[in-house]
């Protein structure tokens, strides 16, 4: 599967955004989806993840009650609306997808990366 980024850029402290991440190829449903973050200096962590159908999710506690993350099976999509973003959150975002290599937590249980997005939030 291939999956392309979208949505990322400038936003003020207390701003929201909305990432897109669609996917091509076959069976997307079949995929656990993540969006991950890569902050300059920093090593690439999880924010969040949905299941196969979109029932469960979870999320990295400094973004819970702040972003939420949505799958469309039928476009091929997965989402993640982040509001009351801060500087902290500044980072180059990553969707991905999990064929069932582990539940989701890790960077190794995801196959398929995106490029990345970019998310610069000012103080």
């Known amino acids: 599967v291939q999956l392309q980024a979208s949505g990322g850029g400038l936003v003020q402290a207390g701003g929201s955004l909305r990432l897109s991440c669609a996917a091509s190829g076959r069976a997307f449903s079949n995929y656990v989806m993540g969006w991950f973050r890569q902050a300059p200096g920093k090593e690439r962590e999880l924010v969040a993840f949905?299941?196969?159908?979109?029932?469960?999710?979870y999320y990295e506690d400094s973004v819970k009650g702040r972003f939420t993350i949505s799958r469309d099976n039928a476009k091929y999509t997965v989402g993640l609306q982040m509001n009351t973003l801060q500087p902290e959150d500044t980072a180059v975002y990553y969707c991905?997808?999990?064929?069932?290599?582990?539940?989701?937590?890790?960077?190794?249980?995801?196959?398929?990366w995106g490029q990345g997005t970019l998310v610069t939030v000012s103080s």
């Open positions: 991905a997808a999990n064929r069932g290599s582990g539940i989701g937590f890790k960077i190794r249980d995801y196959d398929y």
């Open positions: 949905v299941s196969r159908s979109g029932g469960s999710t």
